[in-house]
């Protein structure tokens, strides 16, 4: 999702997902106080394009749950990337 949110962009994607591995978390937590986290849930995109970050979610969360770290689930709601659901009208 990276990659189609933010196109060419220089991003240390590698750096960004090991952020949620346990020894990272706890190193958040440790030195910045870390309590709570907002995690991305939904950009607006499909089921189908976000299924792999729903899958990475799932994997990570219980490394949160560990240390305490209560999450948050990220969804922007008013955003919708209409092309990807053109077979729903969410209008009506």
Known sequence: ??????????????????A???????AAQDNCFTTDAWVTYSW?????????DYKFLRKKLPNFHKLGIR?????????????EHSDQDFFV
């Open 1 to 18: 999702m990276i990659n189609l949110k933010y196109p060419g962009s220089k991003i240390d994607q590698r750096s960004l997902l090991e």
């Open 20 to 26: 949620c591995d346990l020894k990272n978390l706890r």
């Open 44 to 52: 607006g995109f499909s089921q189908k394009t976000e299924l792999e």
């Open 71 to 83: 999450t948050h689930a990220y969804i922007q709601g008013p955003n919708l990337v209409y092309s």
